[in-house]
């Protein structure tokens, strides 16, 4: 089993700056891709970035590319999304989720297997 606990959201100004992280628990850290994923109210969940199990390898979405930076501390299994020049239409709750396919970089969320509870970003205008 493994359990995920976000941290790190809070009230931001555009502009700003955020360090979300999400802290996995279980042995096998180190065999899953973890995503992050966000969702406004009364919207789809999106695909905001993930990285791979052995850190070499990461995704972002578009619109976050040059912005956001994704990385893994595979000792504290812990796993980190920095978030700049944030936006106001970035507000939403903001998901982290482990996959079993270490080395796939899944968008899709549906090939997550396991989720944290969410940590809320609202970015004020």
């Known amino acids: 089993q493994v359990q995920l606990v976000e941290s790190g959201g809070g009230l931001v100004q555009a502009g700003g700056s955020l360090r979300l992280s999400c802290a996995v628990s279980g042995r096998t850290f180190g065999r899953y891709a973890i995503g992050w994923f966000r969702q406004a109210p009364g919207k789809e969940r999106d695909f905001v970035a993930v990285?791979?199990?052995?850190?070499?390898?990461?995704y972002y979405r578009d619109s976050v590319e040059g912005r956001f930076t994704i990385c893994r501390d595979n000792a504290k299994n812990t796993v980190y999304l920095q978030m700049n020049s944030l936006k106001p239409e970035e507000t939403a709750l903001y998901y982290c989720a482990a996959s079993s396919d270490g080395s796939i970089l899944y968008v899709d969320p549906r090939q997550y297997d396991y989720w944290g509870q969410g940590t809320q970003v609202t970015v004020s205008s």
């Open positions: 990285i791979a199990w052995s850190g070499g390898s990461t």
